[in-house]
């Protein structure tokens, strides 16, 4: 891809935001911001973004969940059966509106109760379960604390997923397996996560896991023995029930030992159980010819999130620093003006070979500029094709580490 074809007007100054990430994304002009937890976001973003859902996706197809696609507007009257269109409003947290038939919907800010009303009549026998569904797209919430740009707006990506069971004992198994496979997907990110003990609150149930990226920007707080091996949000002290429940999974706690750090919540799993079936009416038949209701499990990641914490913790005073698992660009081609050709032919043999890379055209923009920018987008690569290309040298940069290679044509 040719920078000049990329829409990137980058700024000299950076402004004082939230993050040192967030600074970077609107200095670089990926993010902008168009409203308070309004972004928009550019090539590089999006293609990152991309790269992430990719990994999410490949990683929930191996464990066998099928992925579907469900309305973002959602009618009140499934809120209503479900209990929680109250809740939300209440909360003012939740897009509603009035169609031109004057019945009430809203944005969807989750998608328990449209995902329920899509399967339920799907599943009439024990023998069509266990099911594990997902979708990947847009959320909306009236957030009340905006946060961070890509950590916490109005409008986001996220991924949510849904299971649906027989039993206790097989929802419990596939929550377990969901919680293997976030770990995985995380892993493949380059982020570190740990599982936390969470509140589920609003969304039902009383078993709940949060995947936390421990990090001094994180708006949640997490206590923690020494390894990390046990771990609970903060919030879990203010119920005495959970606490209880806590104590018997941990017998020898002692919370005065505990660390308390600030993380970052990436994903949340719940073992949802039979919340919204006894609600919504949804039940099977089982092998003694009964009537009984579904189990459910919930399982969601903050893709827009997930994209923000990569953006945090693989950052410098310089810029970014993408990891190439999801780089939107591996490399980045800067060249003096007397060396464009022999540029091109590197740049025609990097993309040939697929692999995804930027060439810097920019007639307006000075070789050294074009250098401070490469740094500040994150590209993980840097070539330099300078004055000792005379001598068929290539320069090559690495973001990560500052690292300096020289190598022939031959070698890159």
């Not at 959320?139 to 916490?152: A, P, Q, S, T, V």
């Not at 709940?208 to 997490?222: L, N, P, Q, T, Y």
């Not at 209880?244 to 919540?265: G, M, Q, V, Y």
């Not at 040939?352 to 250098?371: L, M």
Request: hydrophobic share 35%; proline share 3%; net charge neutral.
């Amino acid at each position: 891809m040719r920078m000049s074809k990329l829409g990137i007007k980058t700024r000299k100054e950076r402004g004082n935001e939230e993050t040192l990430s967030q600074e970077i994304l609107l200095q670089s002009t990926q993010l902008k911001r168009h409203s308070s937890g309004i972004y928009g976001m550019g090539t590089l973003l999006v293609k990152a973004r991309n790269n992430i859902i990719d990994v999410v996706r490949k990683n929930l197809n191996k464990y066998e969940c099928a992925e579907v696609s469900l309305p973002i507007v959602q009618p009140r009257i499934l809120w209503d059966e479900s209990g929680r269109w109250d809740t939300y409003s209440k909360s003012k947290t939740m897009f509603t509106f009035q169609g031109r038939n004057e019945e009430w919907y809203c944005l969807a800010p989750t998608g328990e109760e449209i995902v329920f009303d899509f399967i339920k009549n799907n599943i009439k026998s024990y023998k069509d379960l266990p099911i594990n569904i997902y979708q990947i797209g847009l959320k909306f919430r009236d957030e009340l604390r905006i946060h961070g740009g890509l950590m916490r707006s109005k409008e986001f990506m996220m991924k949510d997923g849904y299971s649906f069971h027989a039993s206790s004992e097989d929802m419990v198994r596939e929550y377990a397996r969901m919680r293997e496979c976030y770990q995985q997907i995380f892993k493949e990110l380059g982020l570190k996560v740990t599982p936390v003990k969470a509140v589920s609150a609003e969304m039902g149930g009383k078993v709940s896991e949060e995947f936390m990226c421990f990090c001094d920007i994180g708006e949640d707080k997490a206590l923690t023995n020494e390894d990390k091996s046990i771990a609970l949000n903060t919030e879990i002290l203010d119920y005495p029930d959970l606490i209880e429940d806590f104590k018997k999974a941990n017998p020898t706690i002692d919370f005065h030992k505990l660390t308390e750090s600030r993380c970052i919540e990436l994903g949340h799993i719940f073992q949802l159980g039979t919340f919204y079936s006894q609600k919504m009416g949804g039940y099977f038949t089982d092998a003694n010819g009964k009537n009984q209701p579904l189990y459910m499990g919930c399982y969601g990641i903050g893709i827009n999130r997930t994209l923000g914490a990569i953006c945090e913790v693989n950052c410098d005073n310089d810029g970014l620093c993408w990891p190439v698992s999801i780089a939107p660009f591996k490399c980045d081609i800067v060249y003096l003006n007397d060396k464009k050709d022999f540029a091109e032919e590197i740049y025609n043999k990097i993309t040939q070979a697929g692999i995804d890379c930027v060439i810097d055209d920019r007639e307006t923009v000075t070789f050294g500029s074009k250098i401070k920018d490469a740094k500040l987008l994150g590209f993980p690569y840097l070539i330099i094709i300078g004055k000792n290309c005379n001598n068929n040298e290539i320069e090559i940069e690495v973001r990560k580490t500052n690292e300096k290679l020289f190598v022939n044509r031959e070698q890159l």
